[in-house]
C-alpha cells in the first residue's frame, strides 16, 4: 500500500484563501451590478425632470412670466423651478454614486492583483 503524503498546509491555505477572495469577487459583482442600476436610474430621473422643467418653462409660459413679473411667481414658474432642481439633485445622487462603485472597483482590483501575487 502507498503511504499517503500529509496535505500541504501551504497549498492548502492557498486554495481556501482563492476561494474566499473569489466568494467576495462574486459578492461584489453582484452588489456592483445593482449600483450601476441604481446609478442608471438616477441619470432616467434627472433626465426626465430636467426635460421636464425645459418643456415647462419654455413652453407652458413660464419663461413669460418670469420676464414680465417682479415678485410672487405661479406655479409656471415654480414647477418648473422644483423640477429643475429635483433633476440636479438626481444628477448629484448619480454622480456620487458612481464616483464610489469607481473606487470600490479600483480597490477590488488592486486586492485581486496583490492576492494573485
Not at 462574486?26 to 418643456?55: D, H, N, Q, Y
Not at 409660459?61 to 429635483?86: H, I, K, N, T
Amino acid at each position: 500500500m502507498p503511504a499517503e503524503h500529509p496535505a500541504d498546509p501551504v497549498n492548502d491555505g492557498n486554495s481556501r484563501a482563492r476561494e474566499e477572495l473569489a466568494a467576495l469577487l462574486a459578492a461584489e459583482s453582484a452588489k456592483a451590478r445593482t449600483e450601476m442600476r441604481v446609478v442608471r436610474g438616477l441619470w432616467a430621473l434627472a433626465f426626465i425632470a430636467l426635460a421636464g422643467a425645459l418643456v415647462l418653462w419654455l413652453f407652458f409660459g413660464g419663461r413669460e412670466q418670469f420676464v414680465s413679473r417682479d415678485s410672487g411667481y405661479d406655479a409656471q414658474v415654480l414647477l418648473p423651478a422644483w423640477l429643475a432642481l429635483a433633476g440636479l439633485l438626481s444628477a448629484t445622487g448619480a454622480t456620487i454614486v458612481f464616483m464610489i462603485r469607481l473606487m470600490r472597483g479600483a480597490l477590488g482590483n488592486i486586492v485581486e492583483r496583490q492576492a494573485r501575487k
